[in-house]
């Protein structure tokens, strides 16, 4: 309503739409709840990791860390045989029925009886297993490829789900190989893996889950072109989406003997042990094998066993928990092949991530070397992650395989061939060759095929994946869009309810699921139909997508440092390093800022969530303390967590549902408890570390409803201010912080109407109030007598000024007011009580009042912003009046050869109301106006806030792409002060509508645009104001943008169960009033859709939206699609892992506007009867 497994594997990660059920459901649904436990014959130990699967029909999991499992299994299945394996035991096998007669029980499996290979000692004294690895190491250099190759192969990616194969990619290629060295490589030798900066293949339809293990990377200068390739449609049936990262190189990447790492790197020694052989060969040659396995057990690992993990996740993945063999020829002592995997018993702790949905629990390689011209080469490599993901609501498993294969067809060290940037596909995450839009070759695949029988696609693969279409075709058909699939049409379900009684039917209510939609196979089916529509459509235009995002991210500072805090003797900051998509928190003693703490590493929290955003809080007074809040779901709940700075572990206190928190001392503090269900903050409570959360006691408890609560500390950190209030009305209290188990005391009890805040300077309490004020006044008050009839006006009201803002200094007070749609700063001298404003030199900006924690001084620090300017903080000198800049957030646009224009317009209101319309474009596309006729109008228009001038990326792309960039400052929000807020909600919402419309007008009427050519873009509430405008005047628009749209108002303003409702009646009035209910039907947007045309429409949610629940623009989208009369567009994309704020990570929002530019674009082409 308001506002990646590694080894090179991203997980686009979407939940599980097909959830098991419980017994008691299962059998109402023809299907069965089968558990058990597997377990070793001989010992009873259970055996973690253990396949259970039926035949072709895509059904089974995996044993857990204990043995214990869970499948549901239709009852139509019975007849099927179902197969337990597990490495190194004899395989099970019953029919399903009799499977399921062992539910609840003890499945016992006996190892398999082991053929050694023939060992042949020589009589010569064996070399000892180090001396050996040693001397084999030193030789590389010599042995292998000591000058640059370019190696000719093939390349194929397959990944299952449940032991059925459902993607399929391929391609020929040509790698370009440095020399083997034995170099110690540093970081900045490597290819960045995590560069999203530069050439990748993003794939835009689903969410980054990164995995990472061991060595990754690959040198800087090692490359591959890619000639041709060919993929598969992906046939899970999960909705779980899984590319391998890094295409053939990261696949290379896992050569040993070039990048050293693991069982062959510095550390070997210390982390395995090494046994040495002799064996015959395939070709019956003696070699040596060298035998290794970890020396990490699993009672080293169970030791160290703790709540959140951390130390045992750490040991494990810095412990390398794999065996294997090398195999080594005897005369040039030269690695021939290796080949590993993850010992039985570790596969639980492996990479540690026992407690997340994903679990990557096996990790094998196979790697073999062929001498060629006295050296040696790669001939081929195999490699294969396995890993399980458990459905988080229903806790059904699913278990995956991701397997990349190379093979060498032939190789050239002679005339050999660089590639350009264009050219190469690099090593990084961004890169996946299942995304890679080549259009399929048939002819060169059929005659490729016949000459290397290598390309040849194996019968099973063909088996499990040409049920519905052959995969010749499904290669034509991935890059090519469907242009005869139908629209989603989704099912009528009349649902009615009587109200002022008028019967009140609803056809589409079903989408509606506030509980767990996810494990909704109804709800589910149908977004996941409308993505799958969604998604073909976007076919064409993923490579304008991934060029947009790369002009997009130009401004990106790669690592980046925030401005720092000081906060009692300590500097605190966050830096970017590299293209990580979060920040890393630090911190710094004033007095030694050589030595840097880290406080938390976000993007080592994010790791294997589809959804991750964490930031630092307050600290305790001793400086030990930080508490850190957590969002895993996208969803408004935040985790509060307390870390232990000096031991560097996290506290058993965790609360959920947390709000804000102050410190009452270095044991205890007060925090925000927020409703479950309502999100409603109405208590405070106060928490004792190392007790339970459950009895931390009320220190106050808010009964309306419509109200909600917050807390912080004072400028001075000498009170504690409690603030509670609605959208209307509000009431502050105040507790001294040198009293931290006192009670707080009200400053002025609540009134109808009446919104005021407070800040504290010395013995006074300032206070800006709208009481007799509709834009605000700052008053002065006692702080021990500080009720409205000992106020004392300091800056009064004036008519068309809106204070929004203001702090306290010593011999300062500063203002941030605005008039006519522009913000300004007014700085006043206390003692002289003269007053100025900051001379700034454009005439259209957005400014704030950055962080200033000091009363003594003459510093002031703002922010600022432009279109041409991006977001900068600079320090003002108030009494000297020169401003210094202290950090520009993200690089300068680079100004193209011609000029920005932006210009202010006043357009006529259907009233007679004057409304400004902000205009921004190049100066060379305003002196041609009706050229083009590309305009793209954006507004909001809800909750009383303004409309900033638009900058970034995306606004600079849209100019520089020929569109005007137009704001429409429509009532609903600030900018002319708090009569147009007022004249912009409840019974005159409307305004909001008909400004915008006449915003469309006149941009028609002035020749920016003719009828039928502007785009539009609402989110949240401007949502709202999109479906109605476009309900009322279709006609005057191309496409319209929804984003998060509040678009069902009668219904979620008749359910109070849902978050922000109750405290939304002021904004938006209550449908239970007769009255309020006719005007609110009047404009709702779902319940205006007329049989009509309508323009292109895109609408854009999240699963996890709490404030904006999906199903509104679902049901919206299902009823356009039965009632329209045009054949124009309309698009529904559902983000299964996100909220209401989209996606996490700093890159997120780029690939969202690449994403929605690419469509715009598209759809902004002009038709051939237009041309």
């Keep these: 309503m308001k506002t990646r497994l590694h080894l090179f594997l991203t997980l686009f990660l979407v939940l599980s739409a097909t959830a098991q059920t419980t017994n008691e459901e299962s ?35 995996v044993t857990d860390g204990d043995g214990n499992f869970e499948i549901t299994i239709p009852n139509k299945y019975d007849a099927y045989p179902i197969k337990i394996t597990y490495l190194g035991f004899e395989d099970l096998q019953f029919t399903v029925a009799d499977f399921r007669t062992r539910s609840g029980q003890i499945i016992q499996m006996t190892s398999e009886a082991v053929a050694l290979n023939e060992i042949v000692l020589k009589p010569e004294k064996m070399p000892s297993a180090k001396a050996l690895l040693k001397k084999v190491i030193k030789k590389i250099p010599t042995n292998y490829t000591d000058t640059p190759a370019n190696i000719t192969g093939y390349y194929r990616e397959t990944m299952k ?14 790698y370009y190989e440095t020399p083997y060295t034995n170099a110690n490589y540093k970081w900045k030798d490597y290819q960045n893996p995590f560069d999203l900066l530069g050439n ?15 060595h990754h990377k690959t040198l800087k200068e090692e490359q591959v072109h890619i000639v041709k390739a060919r993929a598969s449609s992906s046939l899970s049936k999960k909705e779980f989406h899984a ?70 996740w750490r040991t494990a993945n810095n412990r390398k928990l794999l065996k294997g063999r090398i195999y080594i020829d005897r005369e040039d002592l030269a690695i021939l092949r290796y080949e590993c995997a993850v010992p039985n018993d570790l596969k639980q702790y492996f990479c540690g991530y026992d407690y997340n949905q994903v679990k990557h629990f096996d990790y094998k390689l196979d790697v073999r070397f062929k001498k060629r011209e006295g050296k040696y080469l790669i001939a081929a490599m195999r490699h294969e992650d396995e890993f399980i993901y458990k459905d988080s609501i229903s806790q059904a498993t ?8 190379f093979k060498t067809t032939g190789t050239n060290t002679k005339d050999i061939k660089k590639f350009s940037e264009e ?18 070759d048939a002819d060169f695949w059929q005659v490729y095929s016949e000459n290397n029988a290598i390309a040849a696609i194996d019968t099973i693969i063909r088996r499990d994946m040409q049920k519905e279409a052959p995969l010749e075709q499904q290669f034509r058909d991935k890059h090519i869009r469907n242009d005869a699939m139908p629209a989603p049409i989704a099912k009528i379900v009349p649902s009615s309810f009587k109200i002022h009684g008028e019967n009140y039917t609803d056809n589409y209510a079903w989408l509606k699921d506030t509980q767990a939609p996810s494990n909704n196979t109804a709800v589910m089916e149908y977004l996941r139909q409308e993505n799958k529509y969604t998604a073909n459509y976007n076919i064409p235009l993923k490579r304008a997508q991934r060029t947009i995002y790369k002009e997009l991210i130009k401004g990106v500072e790669e690592n980046s440092t925030s401005l720092q805090i000081r906060e009692n003797g300590y500097l605190y900051y966050s830096a970017f390093t590299e293209e990580d998509e979060h920040p890393i928190y630090y911190r710094k003693a004033v007095e030694n800022d050589t ?11 994010a790791k294997d969530k589809a959804y991750y955003n964490a930031g630092i809080g307050a600290v305790s007074p001793n400086n030990q303390f930080i508490s850190i809040y957590e969002n895993t779901t996208g969803k408004d709940a935040y985790v509060l967590k307390i870390k232990d700075l000096k031991t560097q572990t996290y506290l058993a206190d965790s609360i959920a549902q947390i709000g804000s928190m102050v410190w009452l001392d270095n044991a205890s503090f007060l925090y925000v408890n927020r409703d479950e269900k309502t999100l ?28 909600s609560v917050s807390i912080q500390k004072s400028k001075s950190k000498e009170y504690i201010f409690l603030n509670t209030g609605s959208s209307t009305t509000s009431e502050n209290w105040y507790l001294e912080t040198k009293e931290p188990m006192g009670a707080f005391k009200v400053i002025q009890p609540r009134e109808k109407n009446h919104l005021y805040g407070t800040a504290q300077h010395k013995e006074l309490f300032y206070i800006i109030t709208n009481k007799e004020a509709l834009n605000y006044k700052v008053v002065a008050a006692p702080i021990h007598s500080p009720s409205a009839e000992n106020w004392v006006d300091i800056i009064p009201h004036q008519t068309g000024v809106l204070i929004q803002d203001f702090q306290l200094f010593d011999d300062y007070l500063v203002i941030n007011e605005k008039e006519k749609a522009q913000g300004r700063i007014k700085v006043i001298d206390l003692a002289t009580k003269n007053s100025h404003f900051l001379k700034l030199d454009e005439e259209f900006y957005n400014v704030t009042l950055g962080y200033n924690p000091d009363f003594k001084t003459d510093s002031l620090q703002f922010n600022y912003s432009s279109f041409e300017t991006p977001l900068t903080t600079f320090n003002y000198h108030m009494k000297t009046k020169e401003k210094r800049m202290v950090k520009q957030h993200s690089k300068p646009i680079t100004l193209p050869y011609f000029k920005y224009v932006v210009e202010r317009k006043w357009v006529t209101a259907k009233d007679g109301k004057q409304i400004p319309l902000t205009l921004i474009s190049s100066k060379w596309r305003a002196k041609r106006k009706g050229d083009n006729y590309k305009v793209y109008l954006s507004s909001y228009g809800a909750y009383g806030a303004g409309q900033d001038i638009a900058s970034g990326p995306k606004v600079h792309h849209l100019v520089n792409a020929g569109f005007v960039y137009a704001i429409a400052h429509v009532r609903g929000g600030n900018d002319l002060g708090n009569e147009w807020y007022e004249d912009g909600k409840l019974f005159h919402k409307k305004n909001t509508f008909s400004d915008f419309i006449a915003c469309a007008e006149y941009l028609i009427e002035n020749n920016y645009a003719k009828e039928g050519s502007i785009v539009a873009e609402g989110a949240s509430a401007g949502g709202l104001l999109m479906g109605a405008v476009v309900n009322e005047r279709p006609e005057l628009f191309k496409t319209v943008l929804l984003d998060v749209p509040f678009v069902d108002v009668v219904n979620t303003m008749l359910d109070e169960t849902l978050p922000l409702t109750i405290g939304e009646y002021d904004e938006w009035g209550n449908p239970q009033n007769k009255k309020q209910y006719g005007y609110i039907k009047s404009y709702s947007p779902y319940d205006n859709v007329k049989e009509q045309a309508y323009p292109n429409l895109l609408f854009f949610t999240g699963l996890n939206d709490t404030r904006v629940g999906y199903w509104e623009p679902a049901k919206m989208v299902a009823k356009l699609r039965a009632t329209k009369t045009d054949e124009n567009i309309i698009l529904l994309k559902t983000d299964f892992s996100s909220g209401h704020s989209g996606g996490s990570g700093r890159f997120s929002g780029y690939r969202d506007s690449a994403y929605k530019l690419a469509l715009i674009y598209d759809l902004n082409k002009p038709k051939e009867v237009d041309k």
């Design 27 to 61: 059998r109402t649904l023809n299907q069965t709840l089968v558990s058990g436990t597997v377990v070793e014959a001989a010992s009873n130990a259970p055996l973690s990791y253990a396949y259970i699967t039926i035949g072709e029909v895509g059904l089974g999991t």
């Design 423 to 440: 050219e190469n596909f690099a090593n990084t995450m961004s890169n996946q060759l299942y995304e890679l839009p080549l259009d399929y």
């Design 161 to 174: 789900e449940n032991g059925v194969y459902i993607k399929y990619s391929d391609a020929v290629c040509t």
């Design 200 to 214: 990748g293949m993003l794939n835009f339809d689903t969410n980054s889950l990164h995995r990472i293990h061991f």
């Design 595 to 605: 030595v840097v703490e880290k406080l938390l590493d976000v993007t080592i929290e």
């Design 680 to 707: 409603n903050s109405s208590k405070v409570l106060r928490h004792v570390l190392g007790t339970a959360p459950e009895n931390d006691v009320i220190v106050y408890q808010e009964e309306d409803p419509s109200f």
């Design 398 to 405: 699913t278990y995956y395989s991701a397997i990349s294969e």
């Design 243 to 312: 590319n391998i990262e890094g295409g053939p190189l990261g696949l290379l990447a896992r050569n040993r003997v070039k990048y050293q790492e693991s069982f062959l790197g510095k550390k070997a020694s210390r982390d395995f042990n090494f046994t040495v052989s002799e064996e015959l060969d395939e070709t019956g040659t003696y070699v040596y094998v060298l035998d290794f396995h970890t020396k990490t057990t699993k009672a080293q690992l169970d030791a160290i066993e703790t709540a959140s993990n951390r130390r045992q």
